[in-house]
Each structure stands twice: as C-alpha cells, then as structure tokens.
C-alpha cells in the first residue's frame, strides 16, 4: 500500500457578516418579557429554564445585551410599580405585612431572573459596567418601594411607632420587625440613612423625657434600677429585630439620657444618693450606680469626688470630735472601723477599682494627719492591743488587728513621733510585764522594719536584748548570794541600756531602809562583772508587792510603784505623817508625790491611807494615817500606775519639743548629703530634695529648713554664691 | 528710693560686722549690732532701720548672724518701700521673712495685691 497524502480539511468560515434578523431579536426578547411577568405572577413553573436561558445568552451573543438589560429594567420596574400600589392601599397592621411579603416575592423572582440572565450578568454587565442583576434589583426595590413618597414617610412611621409601643410595654410582633429591618439591612446604606437616624433621634427624646419624669418621682436607687432596665430592654430590642452594629449607638443614647444628663442631680440626691448609700452600704445600689456610670464620661470620677468629699468631711469630724477623742483606743478602732467599711465597699461594689482604693488612701492621710496625736494614739491602740488579759483574743486575732493598724501607720505623716511613742509604750509593757506574747511584740516590730527600715527599729529590738540579759544577770546574781539574803525582800532587777530606752530624767528617791540592802548588793555583783559602766536605779520605773496586815488581821498583797512603795513604808514607824514629812523623807518630786497619793488615799477600793480632810486633792497641809479600816475582796490588790495612757498637755508639748529637737539633725544632715553631691543648688530645689529624702519619717517645715541652711552657712558648711544670692554652694 | 549704696559702702558695712562683734564670737550683740546699723544707715538713707531695730528688740532678742548682716544690706538695696518686689520664695534669711511679715501684720506697709 502506498501511503496516501493526507489533505487536511478546512473550514473556512463566512466571508460575510452574519447578522442576526432584528426581528429575531425582537422575538426573543418578547419570550424572556412575558416570563418575568409569569414570574411576577406567581407562574413560573409552566416555563422552562433551559429555553429562556439560551433565549438570553443567544441576544448577549449576537450583541443584543443592551437591549436585553434595558427592556430587563423597564420590565422589572413596571411590576414593582404595581407592588407599590397594593402596599399603599394596605390599612393599618396590614400595610407591614404586605411590605413584607411582597418583599419575600421580589427576592425570590430575583433569584429566579438572576439565574436566566447568568450569561449577561457574566459577560455584557461587567463589559458595559452595568449594575448586575441581582444588586439591580435591590436598588429597583429601593427606588420604588421604599422611596416611594406614599410608603418612605409612613414605613418610618409605623416602625418608630410600634417600638413606642413596645417601650411603654405593649407586645409586638418582633418577627415581622426582624423581616422589615432585615430588608433595609440588605438595601445598603437605606437602614442607617431612613431608619437608624431617625430611630435614634426620636429614641434620644423619648428617653430624655422619661427621665426627666423618673428623676422628679424615684429616689436614686429606683431611678438607677429602672436606668439599667431599660438600657438592657434596648440591649434585647437590638439582638432581637435590629442590627447588631446599632447596639453601641442605642445604648450610648440612653446612657446619655437617663444617666449623663443627670448624674450631678443623682449623686447628690437628698437622701438617697450617693453618701446616703454610703453611709448605709448599700452594696447592691453602689454596685449598680457603679456600672452605670462607668459607661459615660466622667461618670466613675464624679461617683469618686463625691466619695472622697464625704470620706475627708467625715474623717475631719471624726479626728476633730472631742467626745471621739477621749478615748484613744476607741478613737483608731473608729478609724480602723471606717476603714473596713469602705474596703468592703470597693471590693463588693465598685469592682476592686485601683482609683477607688487610691482616693480612700488619700482620705485617710489626709484627715488622720489633721489631728496631730494620732500617732500617740495609733500607739495607744496598738499598746492596748499587746497587752496582757485582753479575754478571748487569740495571737492569731492580734495578727490580723496588728496588719490593718500597719495601713494606718503607713497614713501618718509624722512616723517619727508614733516611733516616740512606740518606744515609750514598749517599755512600759515590758517593764511591767504587761505583754500578750513576746512573739506577737517581735511580729509589730518587723512589720515596722519592713515599712522603715532597720534604724527604725533597731532600738526596740535593743529593749528586748536587755529584758533577756537581765533575766540572766539576775540568775547570776541570786546564784552569787545564797544564804545570805534569807527573809529579806526579793529583787527583780532589769538593767537598760541607756540608748536604747525611752530616755526619762530620774531624780532619785530616798528608798526604804529594808531595800537599800540588797539594792547595793546588786550594784556591787553587777559592777564586779561589768567594769566601766556606770547604773542608775530608775525609780520612777519600777514597781513592788508588799504584803500588807490591816485592823482586823486582813492580809493583803499590794502591788503598787516603786515611789509608793517608798511612801508606805515609811507608816511602818509612824502612825501619822504630815504631807511635807512625806515629802522630806522620800525626796520624790512635788507632781509626782501629788499623783501618787491621790492613788493610794483617794480612791475607792484601793485608800490604803487614809487622808485628813478627806478632799480629792492633795493639799500641803494634808495629814496621812495608815487605813486600818482598808477592805477589798481581792487579796491582791493592784494600785501601781504604770499602765500607758494618753498623755497630759505639758507632757504633750515636752514630747512634741523632743520630736521637734530630734530633727533638727536629721533635716541637717539631709541638706548636707545633698550639697555634698550637688555642689550647687537654689534655694527651692533644696527644700524640695529635703522634703523628699525625709518623707518617710516626717513631713519638714519649710522654715526650719531655711533655719538649719543659716545654721549651716554659720558654720561655715555652706555659703551664698557672691554672683546669685538665691544659690547656695558646699563648702568642701 | 534715693540712690544705690555704693561699692565702698558696702565694703565698710561687711566690715563694720567683723569689726564690731566680740572677739571668737560667731555673731554680733544686738545692742552693737543695732547701733551700726543706726550710724551706717545714717551715711546711706534706708527708711526702715527703725522699724528693722523695733522688731529685732520686740521679737528676737538674740545676736545677729553674719548672713542675716549682709543679706540685710541686699534687702535694703533691692527692695522697695512698698514691698512691691519681695519674693517669699526668694531664699531671704528667716529674720527677714519674719521682719516683712511683721511689717504687714501691723499695717506699717501695706502690699500691694497683685
């Protein structure tokens, strides 16, 4: 076989223009009209899918698309004409309805039309920049429908109305609410442009006279409770038939009605705003109030200043109230009271907030720095606290006590005075014995160390090493004597370490014959083991049990003060004595001699002597006998007075001296660290770093700084510069 | 105000301290303090020194020091009869700041408010 050559076929196509008959395409496009009206009709389903898209896709093909798209839009638009009429004929209820359901339609012939003329959506509108099918539609609906001048105003209408309705508590049908929004939704910019606006502008009135109406008739917490009610209905309108992103604005609408536009008016509301729910914690109401205002500006400060107002008015009474102040212990557990009070508070009501805390801090600073005893008397509170015989209160009790009185002191601004006063009060409880545990005391002093720092509390800690040494010493001593003592009075001794305590000027008394003795005793057994050191008896300190026999035989043990013991053992060989003899014999000081025989002649239950005339004071002239008629029911009858106790104005003014001396140096020795380091400063730049570097202890005067630069420049520390005399300079 | 001390004057003022005050003290006696201050301040007009000498004997009572003797003169100098001019905050010694307000408790001048 031989291979055949192969001719290749061609087709060569028209050498002339094909063109389609117009009347063709007239033809056509009378097939594809009369089916939208089917379609509108409601008669789709004798059509046939598969001819009316060829139908379309052949006039796209033979370049017919305009025409196609143009007689789509007249077509579409003539039906929803009709559609617009049967809307606006609806009456009352139906008129939404209808809306509705037609709408339903429409989408639905949309679709159905969409999908027949997929050949042109895809090729002619995109080539042409028409509007496709499906968004022509909606914009088709808009224009006629919803834009239409008889159904825009009323559709609008109706809607604000029935959610009018709705807010004065009637039922709706939230369905067909949630259809309608839905639709304008769809339609674009329409639901924010001819619903949301105006929604929220007749929203805004609505809410703004139904406040001014709760504001005239509710007390603060209903106002508040129906504020919340209504914000959350709005909250539930939205989730329910509205779009989602209208929440925030709905919300912030009632938010400024009902609660911005009268939080001034709120807050202060007679008896019932905010310092009433204060005062009464009302945890739920202030809970509310809070997350109310926390939704509009400036809302949590205004609820804060109004807070902080009435927490400085009533603290600055409280510390200001003579009948408060008597008792010191009483006055801190008010203090410590009112504290807790407003910790609860802010934790159950005001969310733990961190601006709350710091506007309650700097309340309590400043009104418990008003009052200038209040470090005496935070000590005071913390002295009653330690001590001895307080019923039912377990170290752990003590513990918690002892931590809130910590955030006390951390209020103070004269930390050095309440160190004063500490040391004062300690030493009285460890000289008397008077303390609840030792454990407890050590505790209150590293709580002091970690908030001071070691130099706060170093000498406190030296009290303690003395107590333990002397209970040592006196092992030793008793150890050193044997038999020698035999029946002779027993003598407890603590040895202090001048530093360390709080210093007191002792004149000395004249002691007892029966005491000297064994005093000298323990001078000469000390001495003898500590050369170089020199003791003092503290006799304002100290205190004694003497056994005592009366008239009838009654024994009675006394445990009185060393200089009362002094005064009574002197009736142990006189019958009577004369003020002035008393005096004479024990050389104690007039106030103090005063003090102390006013406690053992002049007071009930506990007159051991018995005085002539029998006045409450202690006159010069004044005559003491031995009380033989002295009863009590206790055998052990307690008369010393050494227990700590708020002290008297000039003692007040001596200490408050003290303190004043004890900074001197201190403020000095800041000015000259800071000299040291800066060579140069100005005048107020000093006073500042000063203030600065001692603010942890106290708060400097201003004045008594310049006082201590003059010192200073006196001495020739520091000097004026020659040039500027406001600056001044270190002296190296 | 008439004129400015001149530099010589305040030469013989700073001098007049160290001259006038006992030997191995740090301050000056008021009473000799006061008395320069009378013969001085005759040489160079100061219309307050009366009032300055009045207040020293009313309300310190004790020597003065050397930088309150020479700041006096700056205060002297610089500041006018009114006050006008006076700075709390002006790093003044605590005598003089006490001396203004002694003036102005006791009307003897009165500030302007500003």
């Known amino acids: 076989m031989s291979a055949q050559k192969r001719r290749t076929f061609k087709i060569e196509a028209f050498k002339h223009r094909v063109e389609i008959d117009p009347k063709y395409a007239e033809r056509t496009w009378k097939v594809l009209e009369h089916a939208i009206h089917e379609i509108y009709n409601h008669n789709a389903s004798g059509l046939s899918f598969e001819e009316l898209y060829r139908n379309a896709y052949n006039m796209v093909l033979h370049k017919y698309g305009e025409k196609l798209y143009s007689g789509l839009v007249t077509t579409m638009t003539g039906h929803l004409k009709e559609i617009a009429k049967s809307i606006e004929d609806a009456q009352g209820s139906l008129f939404l309805e209808e809306l509705d359901r037609k709408w339903g339609e429409h989408n639905k012939a949309l679709q159905m039309i969409r999908d027949i003329m997929m050949y042109m959506d895809r090729t002619f509108v995109p080539s042409s920049g028409r509007t496709p099918v499906h968004d022509l539609g909606l914009n088709l609906w808009r224009d006629n429908i919803i834009h239409s001048s008889k159904i825009q105003s009323r559709l609008l209408d109706t809607l604000l109305d029935l959610i009018h309705r709705e807010r004065k508590g009637e039922v709706i049908n939230r369905g067909l609410m949630r259809n309608i929004t839905k639709m304008l939704m769809d339609l674009g910019p329409v639901y924010q ?22 504001i005239e008739c509710c007390d603060c917490g209903e106002y508040l409770r129906k504020a919340e009610k209504r914000l959350s209905e709005e909250t539930e309108r939205v989730s329910h038939y509205l779009d989602s992103a209208s929440e925030v604005k709905i919300t912030s609408v009632v938010e400024g009605e009902m609660i911005a536009n009268h939080m001034q008016r709120l807050v202060h509301m007679e008896n019932s705003g905010l310092v009433n729910m204060l005062v009464d914690d009302k945890y739920e109401d202030l809970a509310r109030m809070y997350s109310l205002f926390r939704r509009v500006t400036d809302g949590l400060s205004t609820i804060r200043d109004v807070m902080t107002a009435h927490l400085r008015e009533t603290g600055r009474q409280l510390v200001s109230d003579p009948e408060k102040l008597k008792d010191p212990v009483d006055f801190v557990q008010h203090l410590l009271d009112e504290k807790d009070k407003y910790d609860m508070i802010i934790s159950k009501s005001f969310n733990n907030d961190k601006t709350f805390q710091n506007a309650l801090n700097s309340s309590f600073e400043y009104f418990i720095n008003l009052n200038n005893r209040s470090p005496e008397f935070i000590s005071l509170y913390v002295d009653d606290k330690l001590r001895k015989g307080l019923k039912g209160v377990t170290e752990e009790d003590v513990e918690v006590v002892l931590d809130k009185v910590m955030m006390l002191f951390r209020y103070l601004q004269e930390k050095d005075v309440f160190e004063k006063y500490y040391k004062q009060h300690l030493a009285k409880r460890l000289l008397s014995g008077k303390t609840v545990s030792d454990d407890v005391e050590r505790s209150m002093i590293v709580k002091l160390k970690t908030e001071c720092g070691y130099q706060f509390t170093s000498k406190l800690e030296g009290m303690f090493t003395d107590m333990k040494t002397s209970v040592d010493t006196l092992q030793g001593f008793y150890a050193s004597q044997h038999a020698e003592i035999g029946d002779g009075p027993t003598l407890a001794v603590q040895v202090l370490t001048t ?55 009654q024994k009675h043990e006394l445990n009185v003060s060393t200089y009362q013991m002094c005064i009574l053992m002197l009736f142990n060989s006189a019958e009577r004595l004369s003020y002035k003899e008393i005096e004479q014999a024990t050389e104690i000081p007039a106030s103090d001699l005063k003090r102390c025989l006013q406690s053992i002649a002049c007071v009930k239950g506990k007159n051991v002597l018995r005085k002539e005339p029998m006045s409450k004071d202690i006159a010069e002239d004044d005559a003491f006998y031995f009380n033989d008629k002295f009863t009590s029911k206790f055998i052990k009858v307690k008369i010393g007075t050494v227990a700590a106790q708020k002290e008297s104005e000039p003692e007040k003014q001596e200490t408050r001296q003290r303190v004043e001396e004890d900074r001197k140096p201190q403020i000095e020795a800041a000015i000259v660290r800071i000299m040291k ?21 106290f708060l400097p005067n201003p ?28 002296l190296a | 105000m008439a004129s400015v001390p001149s530099e010589k004057f305040r030469e013989i003022y700073n ?6 005050k ?70 003044w010694p605590y005598l003089i700041d006490e001396f203004v307000e002694y003036l102005t408790e006791n009307g003897i001048v009165q500030r302007p408010r500003n």
């Open chain 1, 703 to 730: 004045v008594v700084i310049k006082k201590r630069i003059e010192s200073l420049i006196e001495r020739e520390f520091l000097e004026r510069d020659k040039a500027d005399r406001k600056l001044y300079r270190y």
């Open chain 2, 15 to 20: 001098f007049a301290f160290v001259w006038a």
């Open chain 1, 677 to 697: 380091s800066r060579r140069v400063l100005d005048h107020n730049t000093i006073v500042t770093e000063v203030t600065s570097q001692l603010q942890s202890r």
């Open chain 1, 193 to 214: 442009e001819d619903f949301e606006k105006p929604f929220l502008e007749v929203s805004a009135s609505f809410y703004s006279g139904e406040s001014q109406q709760l």
């Open chain 1, 499 to 553: 530093g360390s305590w709080p210093t007191q000027p002792s004149p000395p008394c004249n002691l007892p014959p029966e005491i000297i003795g064994i005093c000298e005793k323990f001078r000469t057994y000390y001495l003898g083991t500590h050369t170089g050191r020199r003791l003092t008896w503290q006799t304002n300190m100290g205190t004694a049990d003497i056994k005592a026999t009366f008239g009838k035989g």
């Open chain 2, 22 to 91: 006992e030997k191995g003290q740090k301050s000056l006696a008021l009473e000799t303090a006061i008395g320069m201050w009378q013969l001085l301040f005759a040489e160079w007009h100061w219309s307050l020194v009366d009032h300055w000498c009045q207040f020293l004997q009313l309300k310190h009572n004790k020597a003065i020091s050397r930088d309150t003797w020479s700041q006096l003169l700056e205060f002297a100098k610089t500041i006018d009869l009114q006050l006008s001019n006076y700075d709390e905050e002006g790093a």
